[in-house]
């Protein structure tokens, strides 16, 4: 899980001094997120009857906010909290997260409020590859639905996962289709697709990568019709003339 805070609060009220703990919560990237809260030690604390405020902007301005969080109970019960992105939302945008936690210390009555802000670099979903292995070539296809001008990065690897050649584009929403070259008949390749809604650095996690292999190498032969014998051509082009 990804520790977004994990810090000490403390409140000065003349000579009394009150310790509690931020809870801290991860998240997955899609819609719905879901945010799993989750606190260090046992603090003195519990939720205000009005619970948490949590506000989601994306890069475009648009909010969502979500109020009466249990924060605290729900990170003593495990419970996640499941957020479905309204429509007006981006799905490709990296989102904004400012949660303000109230909660009142249950020995001295105290209440602890804090605002904590932190960046989600959102990771879209990756497209399904169509792959067509040739004898030294491979054709792949996936649909951009991300958006308009949404950078990928296509990788071909070989089968141990080094890098072999690879390709970056920026198209439109719709089909994407592309070819490899120079591959060697009967051999296990990997393709992998990067995707970067919005070409933050460093750049999301790849795509998990596709095994495939290229078809394999066989002989064609032709009849020479004048003198006998015939021609033997490889899968690489080189012929020879059997008598």
Known sequence: ????????????????????????????????????????GNPPFNDMPSGSTLTITDLFGNLQIL???????????????????????????????????????????LMCDRIIVNTIVNVANC??????????????SFTNSVANGCPFTVYLLNNAGSILQTVTLTPALGLVSGIFNALSPGTPYKLQIGVNPNSVSPAPPLCTPVLFSTIPSTASRWVVTNGGGYWLQSAGGSKWLIQ
Do not use: C, E
């Open 127 to 140: 497209p399904s590859l169509t792959i067509t292995p040739g004898l030294a070539d491979v054709s792949w």
């Open 1 to 40: 899980m990804k520790r977004i805070f994990s810090v000490a609060v403390m409140i000065v009220l003349g000579s009394i001094y009150t310790y509690g703990q931020d809870p801290y919560y991860s998240q997955y990237f899609m819609s719905p997120m879901s945010l799993n809260p989750a606190l260090i």
């Open 67 to 109: 109020t009466g969080i249990p924060l605290l109970n729900d990170a003593r019960s495990s419970n996640p909290i499941v957020i479905t992105l309204n429509s007006n939302m981006s799905i490709s945008s990296d989102y904004v997260l400012s949660m303000n936690g109230l909660w009142q210390n249950t020995t001295t009555g």
